[in-house]
């Protein structure tokens, strides 16, 4: 098969965004076609996927699984490549034209750096790989012939009210944050707060470790971080607003004092779409594709949303948002620090080993104890030395004791 516009690969295909991903394409099937996909451990819900799209090449990252998804679909099936780097392997299919990247946590580096080296286009549903190492996707891009478009509603919504605007002419972008499911609480009671309570998100769908990420509001930090790197604008430009209802994504306010936004329902196919339609197209550097007409979301009534409202961040409830703020402030290693120690916190939370306020305070000490690793002299850092950072950061956060 050729490489030709509208052929997907979905890395991450059976989680939340790679479901949302698959259920835009099987609603277009006239403008995708999915080429491969790549997935963790859940063979029974890969081995359908598999039966309805038909890929080339299926990736497994854990070996038994692998194992178990080759004897379930036999030799008639689409070839099957197993281990670690299989997510690389499924991105350099070559007929893949456009990559959902629906991986989630740093694993998404490598497939993400693979797809840049094989031109491959990105829809980006993957903060930490920018969050990392930013400055390096953004110096491979630029020798690419690949495009990025974010997918996170937030950064989907800035990148669509920045088309055809003049740099010159932003004051500030803000993105907005639900607040989580906590934001009511004091400080003692979030000492309280158990993983089953911070997975669940009050408006938004998603998978433990992110939804975590929402209860502490290191989620919206590292979206932070993530807006600083794709639209290169200072860290003080990139304004936070908590908005509950999660109707209002993302807001541009220019010089003049005009403000202009983009509003839509808590549904993460429409940035999907959104990505998928603008990179289906043979050049979408040159000229991106039109939107599909079907996302699967019907158009927001505003006529019965209730009510807007908007407050500023309560740092001292949730600290997490400025210790990402000051983290992009440093720059260089300083953010991928911060990213590795906040994943194994978060995890470590999860399995019950600290409290929920614990995660922020080991992104703190991990980041302090490691200080002499990070290094803001501006120049783009190497693979190597992201990779040391990062397995220096979770060793330390792994280790760490309260």
């Excluded at 614990?358 to 992201?386: P, Y």
Aim: a negative charge.
């Amino acid at each position: 098969m050729k490489r030709e516009p509208g052929n997907i690969a979905i890395l991450g295909s059976t989680g939340t965004i790679g479901l949302s991903g698959l259920d835009v394409v099987r609603r277009n099937p006239d403008k995708f076609n999915v080429v491969s996909l790549s997935a963790n451990q859940n063979v029974s819900l890969l081995q359908e996927q598999i039966e309805e799209f038909k890929p080339l090449l299926v990736s497994v990252s854990d070996q038994k699984s692998g194992e178990d998804l080759q004897g379930a679909i036999g030799k008639n099936g689409p070839k099957i490549v197993v281990g670690p780097n299989s997510a690389e392997l499924a991105v350099s299919e070559p007929s893949v034209h456009t990559v959902l990247m629906a991986i989630s946590g740093y694993a998404a580096l490598k497939p993400l750096l693979t797809a840049i080296e094989n031109d491959v286009h990105i829809a980006l549903a993957n903060k930490e790989s920018m969050v990392a190492a930013g400055d390096l996707v953004n110096a491979r891009l630029l020798k690419s012939k690949s495009s990025l478009i974010p997918v996170d509603s937030e950064h989907s919504s800035l990148y669509q009210l920045l088309l055809g605007v003049d740099p010159r002419e932003v004051r500030s972008m803000t993105i907005t944050a639900s607040g989580g499911p906590f934001w009511n609480l004091d400080a003692e009671q979030m000492k309280e707060v158990t993983p089953e309570q911070a997975i669940k998100h009050p408006n938004w769908e998603m998978g433990a470790k992110i939804s975590v990420d929402s209860a502490t509001m290191i989620n919206k930090g590292l979206e932070v971080i993530e807006a600083v790197q794709i639209f290169q604008l200072p860290e003080d430009k990139v304004k936070v607003l908590v908005h509950p209802q999660s109707i209002l994504h993302g807001m541009i306010d220019f010089e003049d004092g005009t403000q202009t936004a983009v509003l839509y329902q808590t549904d993460m196919r429409i940035p999907i779409a959104h990505a998928l339609s603008k990179l289906a197209s043979r050049d979408p550097k040159e000229s991106p594709g039109l939107r599909v007409e079907n996302s699967g979301v019907a158009a927001l009534d505003l006529a019965n949303v209730q009510d807007l409202s908007f407050f500023q961040p309560d740092n001292d409830r949730f600290p997490g948002l400025e210790l990402c703020r000051k983290a992009s402030r440093i720059g260089g290693l300083a953010p991928c620090i911060l990213n590795a120690a906040n994943e194994i916190a978060v995890s470590r939370f999860l399995n019950k080993e600290i409290g929920f306020t614990e995660i922020v305070d080991i992104a703190r000490i991990v980041g302090k104890d490691l200080e002499n690793l990070v290094s803001g002299s501006g120049d783009v850092l190497g693979l190597a030395e992201i990779e040391n950072a990062d397995a220096a950061a979770r060793k330390a956060a792994s280790e760490c004791v309260l």
